[in-house]
């Protein structure tokens, strides 16, 4: 099916050749061996071996091109036309409005800091949510619909509407404000009856400002999504319709998600990092190859849920949607809607994995580092198979690698089979393996990682039914967060700074190396050789920013392990419309780390009265 433009867009090609963007793809052992599972269940043995005649020559034409891809479009100051700029003073933000309303923060806080570079870290425009009140209006059709596991009455019965999303897409980009920050941006782009279509954010000589960016949960079409989306190729491509990215662009891979590189200032090859002004900004994508939740996350709360149905079954008690997450229960841990997992979508692997890692032995494995310890670049890069022993399990789990010829007999492992990573992902193998490499390869002074998911959030919280995470961000896969970081950790010279959004609060947030901090053993941070810093800036009107009502104390707001910058209290955070600044003194190799007031642009004042500003060397990464 050919794909539908953006409501009042026009298709934007061609591409620049000045900006730097390397993006991986290739075939993966996940879809080979997907594919080999529906060939040996469900088809017949004739033409299954046409198939698994096809699937060879297609592997093999994959191997044979290799991976990554990589393309370049390099922005780099050597070679750029006249108009294009030196970066230092790169803004980001994250969460626009659930409803129709202006967006004063574009023109009176945005535009006046004079950015070199936006990106956006997600919730560029809520896809999902109803346009009216549902508690106001029960009645109303978007209120109402038959609950599954994406979508449930009243307020999330639009998830994976891809016409409805559309039409948000389109208001968010023709909103005045943002018009109006598209010109200043990319000038002579921001009239809409001149160009419908947004600027390709990416092209210095469209957009000497750039503007990129990576979608989060609602800019995806579905609320705590992950990459079960249906059609999620087509939401992918309507957020790079609205960063104006061409038609040809590897990112609109139908295999692929957006994650991608660029890098500003770029030094000659052999520059010191001490000389360098270059800035490598990574884009990760944590929506399209994002496994379900772990089981443990949500197993309590599901298990209470579905017990209290059965019990008002017995009763006659009509039936209750339990807060909406009855349907979503039961595809979690009973058998999933799609029909692919009959013991529930919820992901085991973590699970079944840290079983095995327990048992007497396991620490000798040659395969312990890839199973069990996120801190080595081995964790979850071999594709494992575990099994458990004896008839009933009672001699525990046993694991090795996997083997083409497990498919032969796949009964019982093809759970294991059917993903090419053993852990619970966020980011997916191969974009793992991707991330890991292109930070070990920059020597760029400063490095940007940006996530729309949360990295550190609520640290050391536990909600009521004992999980560890609100349901959303990096927490809810420890092992993957912990591998993550400690990928940022290794990478080449210079210091990374986390770019983030999506809870509804500015704030700053520090990891040091070593032992004997609060949350050391809660992030096997003592293992990291440098610290990791966190700038999180989340929603840009009043329609998504907490204000004064949000709680802190008790709540998954409250800094319970220190992480906070700058020190003084457990609630340094600003409630209020903000955005992000990173602002870099390239004389005194100095960088500022900044959440912004939304309404004057000047640095923000949080709910202690602490200003939300750090400052660290560039050379030594500490802070000064």
Not at 167 to 175: E, I, L
Not at 540 to 545: D, F, V
Request: proline letters at 8%; charged letters at 20%.
């Amino acid at each position: 099916m050919e794909r539908q433009p953006l409501t009042g867009f026009d298709g934007v090609e061609g591409l620049d050749d000045e900006f730097s963007l390397v993006y991986p793809s290739a075939i993966s052992l996940k879809e080979r061996t997907q594919q080999q599972r529906y060939q040996k269940l469900f088809w017949g043995s004739v033409a299954g071996n046409v198939v698994a005649l096809v699937l060879a020559v297609v592997a093999l034409v994959f191997a044979l091109m290799g991976s990554p891809i990589k393309q370049h479009i390099d922005l780099d100051t050597r070679d750029q036309p006249s108009s294009a700029r030196e970066v230092s003073r790169v803004a980001f933000g994250s969460c626009s409005a659930y409803d129709v309303r202006p967006q004063p923060i574009w023109e009176n806080a945005i535009i006046p800091s004079a950015p070199d570079a936006w990106v956006w870290l997600g919730d560029f425009a809520y896809l999902d949510d109803t346009a009216v009140r549902c508690s106001a209006t029960p009645s109303a059709p978007e209120c109402n619909c038959t609950a599954t596991f994406m979508s449930y009455p009243p307020n999330q019965c639009l998830a994976g509407n891809l016409d409805i999303a559309r039409v948000r897409m389109a208001r968010q980009v023709n909103s005045p404000g943002y018009r109006a920050f598209l010109e200043y941006m990319c000038p002579g782009h921001g009239d809409k009856s001149q160009h419908p279509a947004p600027p390709q954010g990416s092209s210095p000589s469209v957009c000497p400002r750039p503007v990129l960016g990576v979608y989060d949960d609602h800019d995806w079409g579905w609320n705590n999504g992950n990459r079960r989306l249906p059609r999620k190729t087509e939401f992918k491509n309507l957020f790079l319709d609205a960063l104006g990215e061409p038609a040809s662009s590897p990112r609109r891979n139908a295999n692929n998600g957006i994650q991608t590189s660029y890098s500003f200032n770029q030094s000659p090859k052999g520059t010191p990092t001490s000389e360098s002004k270059q800035i490598d900004l990574f884009i990760t994508d944590g929506r399209f190859y994002r496994d379900p939740l772990p089981c443990q996350m949500r197993r309590k709360s599901c298990e209470a849920k579905l017990a209290k149905h059965a019990e008002d079954l017995a009763k006659g008690v009509p039936p209750n949607n339990y807060d909406g997450k009855l349907a979503w229960c039961k595809d979690f841990l009973v058998a999933d809607e799609q029909g692919v997992n009959p013991g529930g979508s919820c992901c085991f692997r973590d699970e079944q994995r840290a079983a095995w890692c327990e048992q007497d032995g396991s620490s000798s494995h040659p395969l312990f580092k890839a199973a069990c310890d996120p801190t080595t670049p081995e964790f979850g890069t071999v594709p494992l198979v575990m099994s458990q022993k004896g008839k009933s399990g009672e001699e525990g789990w046993e694991l090795r690698k996997a083997r083409a010829s497990d498919w032969d007999n796949p009964a019982g492992i093809w759970q294991w089979l059917e993903e090419d990573s053993p852990i619970c992902e966020m980011l997916g193998s191969q974009q793992r393996v991707w991330l890991e490499k292109q930070l070990a390869a920059s020597t760029a002074p400063l490095k940007l990682v940006a996530s729309g998911s949360v990295v550190f959030g609520s640290v050391g919280f536990k909600r009521p039914d004992g999980s560890v995470c609100g349901g959303d961000d990096w927490l809810c896969y420890q092992p993957a967060q912990t591998s993550f970081m400690h990928s940022l950790g290794r990478s080449g010279p210079g210091c990374v700074i986390i770019l983030t959004g999506d809870f509804h609060f500015g704030d700053i947030k520090q990891v040091l190396p070593g032992p004997g901090k609060p949350y050391s053993s809660l992030l096997a941070s003592d293992k990291l050789t440098r610290p990791i810093y966190q700038v999180m800036a989340s929603a840009l009107t009043n329609s998504t920013a907490m204000g004064p009502s949000a709680l802190c104390k008790g709540d998954f707001e409250e800094d319970l392990v220190g992480l906070r910058q700058p020190p003084g209290g457990d609630c340094t955070f600003f409630a209020g419309p903000n955005f992000g600044m990173v602002e870099v003194d390239w004389e005194s190799r100095r960088a500022k780390l900044q959440v912004r007031d939304g309404a004057t642009g000047d640095i923000a004042i949080a709910n202690d009265g602490l200003r939300l500003q750090i400052e660290i060397s560039l050379d030594t990464c500490q802070k000064i």
